[in-house]
């Protein structure tokens, strides 16, 4: 239990294209959604938390207009990089959390992740 | 401010060895829960276990194991009789109100046969 999807797994884009990026919750309902950025050698850092239906919450430093973000549903999230220009290139990373208790060993209060998505912009 | 360290950044064992992963937290809610996960080469953070603050009893499964101790703010890791295929990234996290997770800098396990 406690399967989580991202779409594409891998992104090339040219530089001022938009790329969106899907984040599913396969068997469970998430009622939080998280992005992260991974840089290389480097530890995780959160972009912006996610509820069902409301707007998202960025951290302080990350863009909300370079980066959109919808959860429209209890099972999708996704993140649209608009304009995307070289130094956007990274590894995003979503997580889920939420699931009924009993459904994944972790518990609600436990992030399950995707497979990350590698984006690439020439 | 609340804050994860893993002062190890990188480690090389030979198969079979033990090796225990640091893990030294900073908060000051009473109430918080500390993670563990795991990042493989291909990139996924694999959820390993889950610990809350009120819950201080060591946990074993298979050659894993995990030593929680509020006293000295530490929740390490130990992997007993390593496999290559233990080769990954770990990374221990704590857990904000609202779910935010604080990570530490990630501790790079490499198991050579």
């Known amino acids: 239990g406690a399967v989580v999807s991202q779409h594409p797994s891998w992104v090339i884009c040219k530089s001022g294209t938009s790329v969106k990026i899907e984040c599913r919750s396969l068997?469970?309902?998430?009622?939080?959604m998280f992005w992260y950025r991974q840089f290389p050698k480097q530890s995780l850092m959160l972009m912006a938390t996610?509820?069902?239906?409301?707007?998202?919450?960025?951290e302080q430093g990350v863009e909300k207009d370079k980066f959109l973000i919808n959860h429209a549903s209890l099972t999708l999230s996704t993140l649209t990089v608009t304009s995307a220009h070289p130094e956007d290139s990274s590894f995003y990373i979503c997580?889920?959390?939420?699931?009924?208790?009993?459904?994944?060993?972790?518990?609600?209060?436990?992030?399950?992740f995707g497979p990350g998505t590698r984006l690439l912009v020439l | 401010a609340q804050k994860v360290t893993q002062a190890q950044t990188e480690i090389s064992v030979v198969e079979k060895e033990d090796v225990t992963l640091d893990c030294v937290y900073e908060?000051?809610?009473?109430?918080?829960?500390l993670f563990w996960y795991k990042q493989p080469p291909s990139g996924e953070l694999v959820f390993l276990i889950r610990?809350?603050?009120?819950?201080?009893q060591n946990e074993i499964s298979g050659r894993y194991s995990w030593n929680f101790q509020k006293s000295t703010s530490s929740f390490n890791f130990t992997i007993t009789a390593s496999q290559v295929v233990d080769s990954a990234v770990y990374f221990c996290?704590?857990?904000?109100?609202?779910?935010?997770?604080?990570f530490g800098q990630g501790t790079e396990l490499s198991v050579k046969p």
């Open positions: 068997d469970f309902q998430a009622t939080t």
């Open positions: 997580s889920a959390s939420g699931g009924r208790s009993g459904l994944a060993r972790g518990g609600r209060e436990t992030q399950y």
């Open positions: 610990r809350n603050s009120f819950d201080e």
């Open positions: 996610s509820n069902e239906g409301s707007k998202a919450t960025y």
């Open positions: 996290a704590l857990s904000e109100k609202g779910g935010k997770l604080i």
């Open positions: 908060t000051r809610d009473t109430t918080y829960y």
